[in-house]
């Protein structure tokens, strides 16, 4: 249910989106002590390494998407948390070479 929340967030313009507010709603579904499955925690892994992203952390979105790959692999999600972790890893070489 957070996720989903945090979800129709990031669907605001990017004047109106509320970060902070996003990233709280992800990182309280990754941290939640229960999950139904993998799959679920996988979700959440990936919504939030999103919001970690979108605030300027793509070192620490990288790694949990990594965590998010692993939890998806053989579910719908898994491809789209694979392109994550690629673009999260090209966004990081990318910024080495800014200078």
């Keep these: 249910m957070l996720i989903k929340f945090a979800q129709e967030e990031m669907q605001?313009?990017?004047?109106?989106l509320r970060l902070e507010y996003v990233l709280k709603l992800c990182q309280a579904a990754y941290t939640a002590p229960k999950f139904k499955d993998n799959a679920e925690k996988g979700m959440a892994a990936d919504e939030y390494a999103r919001s970690l992203y979108y605030c300027g952390r793509p070192d620490k979105a990288l790694e949990i998407a990594k965590e998010?790959?692993?939890l998806l692999q053989g579910t719908p999600g898994f491809e789209?948390?694979?392109a994550s972790v690629i673009y999260?890893?090209?966004?990081?070489?990318?910024s080495k070479h800014i200078k």
């Design 88 to 94: 999260y890893n090209n966004v990081l070489t990318l």
């Design 68 to 70: 998010a790959m692993v």
């Design 12 to 16: 605001t313009p990017v004047e109106d």
């Design 80 to 82: 789209r948390a694979k």
